[in-house]
């Protein structure tokens, strides 16, 4: 099977973020890959005013729609990062949308002191299975948490991460060693592949740097994105 993982460039319009998704999408399916992870929020970003406007559930549900279809004509699953409404709660989100129409969603466990302020935790793993494999997903500062990630990785092959690390300049080049440690160890721990999928660029005043990576059971990094261009990063697991 090849896991892919899309490093992407997010903006503050929603239909600029659904295009981008549906051209790498195109461009995934080209290069062979079963199964691509984007960046954590990579549909919507951090934008609270796009956030708070009332059809914001609605258009998201449209473009869902329109990259499902893509996802089944391409015959390629999909996670990808999105604010979701539910239970009268804002949640951080990555939903799953497989070729079949099935679909999974995963509510990010462990949120930053920012992201507290919009949204609610969530309190649940996520595993699921595609083509007779076992996945995990995780969001961001979930990998900070060995306890959770080694629930989610029980009998899987590959943990996927979706990221957006996204600091002030400096913080965000000291930080580059810590973010590519962290998926690394949790490979390692768990004996299965780690696929993240990091934003790239400038977003809301502050920037990340990339990295994007993709590391086998041993620890070794396969494939190692840059820290600035829009990218997919690929590896054949069987």
């Known amino acids: 099977m090849r ?7 997010i903006t503050n319009d929603l239909d600029t973020n659904i295009e981008t998704v549906l051209k790498i999408t195109k461009d995934a399916a080209r290069k062979g890959v079963d199964l691509l992870v984007f960046p954590e929020m990579c549909l919507n ?3 609270s005013k796009l956030l708070a406007r009332k059809d914001f559930s609605d258009d998201l549900n449209r473009a869902l729609d329109k990259i499902s279809q893509q996802s089944t004509e391409l015959n390629l699953g999909l996670i990808l990062g999105r604010a979701i409404f539910a239970n009268k709660k804002l949640y951080n989100a990555a939903t799953v949308i497989l070729p079949d129409g099935t679909t999974h969603t995963y ?14 935790p969530g309190s649940e793993p996520l595993t699921f299975t595609y083509q007779g494999c ?11 948490h060995p306890n959770l990630v080694r629930e989610t990785c029980k009998n899987v092959d590959a943990l996927f991460i979706l990221s957006a690390h996204y600091y002030k300049p400096l913080e965000a080049r000291w930080k580059v060693d810590k973010n590519r440690a962290l998926p690394i160890a949790r490979a390692v721990e768990n004996h299965c592949y780690v696929c993240l999928a990091n934003a790239v660029g400038s977003h809301i005043g502050i920037i990340s740097l990339g990295n994007s990576l993709i590391a086998d059971p041993e620890g070794a990094l396969v494939v190692l994105a840059d820290e600035s261009s829009e990218t997919i990063i690929t590896c054949d697991t069987k």
């Open 107 to 120: 509510y990010k466990n462990n949120l930053t002191s920012a992201e507290d302020k919009y949204f609610s």
């Open 3 to 9: 896991l892919g993982a899309a490093q992407m460039f």
């Open 45 to 47: 970003g951090y934008n």
């Open 134 to 144: 076992r996945f995990g997903v995780i969001i961001c500062r979930d990998q900070n």
